[in-house]
C-alpha cells in the first residue's frame, strides 16, 4: 500500500509513463507527473480519473538536461519512476546523438535523486534491447544477468540498444557510487490496446534477426505499469528485471505483429520476413514473473 506516499513519474508523457501514472494514482499514492511534452499532454492525463484521484496529481514541467528542473520535480517524493522520452521533434528519430542525450539524460536524473534526501527508490525503465544484442547470440539462454555488446552496437548501428545499455550502465554506476537503491525494468516493445506500433519506432532496428533468435519480446502497457509497481513496493526486488508478457516465436504471431504496425508493411517490407518458421525461445523473464506471484493489481 502506498500510505499516501508522493512518488514522480518522469518522463510522463509515452505509453509507459501514462499508464503508469494511472495506476499509481488508483493504488493511492500522490503523483507528480513530469514531462517535457507541450500542447494538450495535462488534459490527456487528467481524462478519466475521478476527482479524488486528480487531487493528489501535480503536473509539472522538467527538462533531464536541466539539473535544478529534476530537482524541482523530485522535491518531497519518497520515489521516482524514470522513463525516458525524447523530445517531441524526435520522437521517431533514433541515432547517435540521441545516444547521447539518453545517457547525459540518466546521469542528471540519478544525480539529483541521489542529492535529494527524500527518495529511497528509483525505478529506472530500460529495455530488452540492453540485453541481447552481441556476437554469438544464438548458442546461449538470454536473461537480465545478460548486457548488449556497445562495440557490436555501434557496429551494426543499433542506436536505441547502444543507448539504452550506455544509460543503464550509467544510471548503475551512479547509483552505486552514491548508495542510491535502484531496481531497473528491462522491457520488451511497448504496447497497447488502442494503438498500433509505429513501423519507425526505434526498438524494430534488427525486428528480423531478433525474431530468428528467439528473443523478439513485446509488453503491454498496464502490465509494465504493474511490474514497475511491484519493483518499487516489494522490499526484496533488487537489480534487473527483463519483462514482457508476449515472445514472438511462430509464424502466425508474427503475421499478426507485422498488422499492428503503422503504416501496414507490404510482403517485401521487413516486418514481412518475421514469418520465416516457428522459433525456439531464447529469452526468459522468471525473475520479474516469481516477484509478480502474490502482486495484487486491483485499483485502489
Given at each position: 500500500m502506498s500510505q499516501q506516499k508522493t512518488v514522480c513519474v518522469a518522463d510522463c508523457s509515452g505509453n509507459t509513463g501514462k499508464t503508469l501514472v494511472r495506476r499509481l494514482l488508483r493504488r493511492g499514492y500522490n503523483v507528480h507527473a513530469a514531462t517535457q511534452a507541450s500542447g494538450d499532454f495535462n488534459v490527456n492525463v487528467v481524462r478519466g480519473l475521478t476527482f479524488e484521484e486528480s487531487k493528489r496529481l501535480k503536473m509539472c514541467r522538467y527538462d533531464p538536461f536541466d539539473y535544478r528542473s529534476i530537482v524541482d520535480a523530485v522535491r518531497d517524493c519518497y520515489g521516482l519512476f524514470y522513463c525516458f522520452e525524447p523530445s517531441q521533434d524526435q520522437e521517431d528519430v533514433y541515432d547517435e546523438y540521441t545516444v547521447e542525450m539518453e545517457v547525459r539524460a540518466a546521469h542528471n536524473v540519478l544525480e539529483a535523486c541521489a542529492q535529494t534526501v527524500t527518495i529511497d527508490k528509483v525505478v529506472f525503465t530500460s529495455s530488452a534491447t540492453a540485453v541481447i544484442w552481441k556476437e554469438n547470440r544464438k548458442s546461449v539462454s538470454v536473461d537480465e544477468s545478460n548486457w548488449s555488446d556497445v562495440n557490436f552496437c555501434r557496429k551494426f548501428k543499433l542506436w536505441h540498444a547502444l543507448g539504452k545499455?550506455?544509460?543503464e550502465k550509467t544510471a548503475w554506476a551512479?547509483?552505486?557510487?552514491?548508495d542510491l537503491e535502484m531496481v531497473s525494468i528491462n522491457s520488451g516493445l511497448v504496447t497497447t490496446v488502442n494503438s498500433d506500433v509505429r513501423v519507425t519506432n526505434p526498438y524494430l532496428k534488427g525486428a528480423a534477426e531478433m525474431y530468428e533468435d528467439g528473443v523478439f519480446v513485446t509488453v503491454d502497457s498496464e502490465f509494465l505499469a504493474d511490474a514497475h509497481v511491484c519493483v518499487y513496493e516489494d522490499t526484496s526486488s533488487f537489480g534487473r528485471y527483463l519483462c514482457f508478457d508476449n515472445l514472438i516465436s511462430?509464424?502466425?504471431?508474427?503475421d499478426k505483429f507485422a498488422k499492428m504496425l503503422t503504416p501496414p508493411q507490404s510482403e517485401s517490407?521487413?516486418?514481412s520476413s518475421l514469418c520465416a518458421g516457428a522459433?525456439?525461445?531464447?529469452?526468459?523473464n522468471r525473475k520479474i514473473s516469481k516477484l509478480m506471484v502474490n502482486f495484487h493489481t486491483t485499483d485502489i
Amino acid at each position: 500500500m502506498s500510505q499516501q506516499k508522493t512518488v514522480c513519474v518522469a518522463d510522463c508523457s509515452g505509453n509507459t509513463g501514462k499508464t503508469l501514472v494511472r495506476r499509481l494514482l488508483r493504488r493511492g499514492y500522490n503523483v507528480h507527473a513530469a514531462t517535457q511534452a507541450s500542447g494538450d499532454f495535462n488534459v490527456n492525463v487528467v481524462r478519466g480519473l475521478t476527482f479524488e484521484e486528480s487531487k493528489r496529481l501535480k503536473m509539472c514541467r522538467y527538462d533531464p538536461f536541466d539539473y535544478r528542473s529534476i530537482v524541482d520535480a523530485v522535491r518531497d517524493c519518497y520515489g521516482l519512476f524514470y522513463c525516458f522520452e525524447p523530445s517531441q521533434d524526435q520522437e521517431d528519430v533514433y541515432d547517435e546523438y540521441t545516444v547521447e542525450m539518453e545517457v547525459r539524460a540518466a546521469h542528471n536524473v540519478l544525480e539529483a535523486c541521489a542529492q535529494t534526501v527524500t527518495i529511497d527508490k528509483v525505478v529506472f525503465t530500460s529495455s530488452a534491447t540492453a540485453v541481447i544484442w552481441k556476437e554469438n547470440r544464438k548458442s546461449v539462454s538470454v536473461d537480465e544477468s545478460n548486457w548488449s555488446d556497445v562495440n557490436f552496437c555501434r557496429k551494426f548501428k543499433l542506436w536505441h540498444a547502444l543507448g539504452k545499455t550506455l544509460a543503464e550502465k550509467t544510471a548503475w554506476a551512479l547509483a552505486m557510487d552514491r548508495d542510491l537503491e535502484m531496481v531497473s525494468i528491462n522491457s520488451g516493445l511497448v504496447t497497447t490496446v488502442n494503438s498500433d506500433v509505429r513501423v519507425t519506432n526505434p526498438y524494430l532496428k534488427g525486428a528480423a534477426e531478433m525474431y530468428e533468435d528467439g528473443v523478439f519480446v513485446t509488453v503491454d502497457s498496464e502490465f509494465l505499469a504493474d511490474a514497475h509497481v511491484c519493483v518499487y513496493e516489494d522490499t526484496s526486488s533488487f537489480g534487473r528485471y527483463l519483462c514482457f508478457d508476449n515472445l514472438i516465436s511462430l509464424p502466425e504471431e508474427a503475421d499478426k505483429f507485422a498488422k499492428m504496425l503503422t503504416p501496414p508493411q507490404s510482403e517485401s517490407s521487413p516486418a514481412s520476413s518475421l514469418c520465416a518458421g516457428a522459433i525456439m525461445p531464447r529469452i526468459h523473464n522468471r525473475k520479474i514473473s516469481k516477484l509478480m506471484v502474490n502482486f495484487h493489481t486491483t485499483d485502489i
